[in-house]
């Protein structure tokens, strides 16, 4: 059974060469590009950590400093 890693080492065998090396550089641009992190489901055992107090001042700072523009910032 064709794997299809083979499919495209046969498909890029047929390029010219500079394509090949497009083709190389954009396997090394979509491996940088591949989202890392921590699945979803690993961080549910810290559901709950964070006391309500904590999670109210969150909430406030967020609600307080959202939609605001600092046209000093710059």
């Keep these: 059974m064709?794997?299809?890693v083979d499919k495209v080492v046969d498909q890029l065998k047929t390029l010219p060469y500079e394509m090949q090396w497009r083709v190389l550089e954009f396997t090394r641009a979509l491996a940088v590009s591949v989202p890392r992190g921590v699945a979803g489901p690993q961080l549910l055992r810290f559901a709950g950590t964070i006391p309500l107090d904590d999670l109210q001042l969150m909430r406030q700072a967020i609600e307080e400093g959202c939609e605001r523009?600092?046209?000093n910032e710059w």
Excluded: A, E, M
């Design 2 to 4: 064709t794997t299809l």
């Design 69 to 71: 523009v600092d046209t």
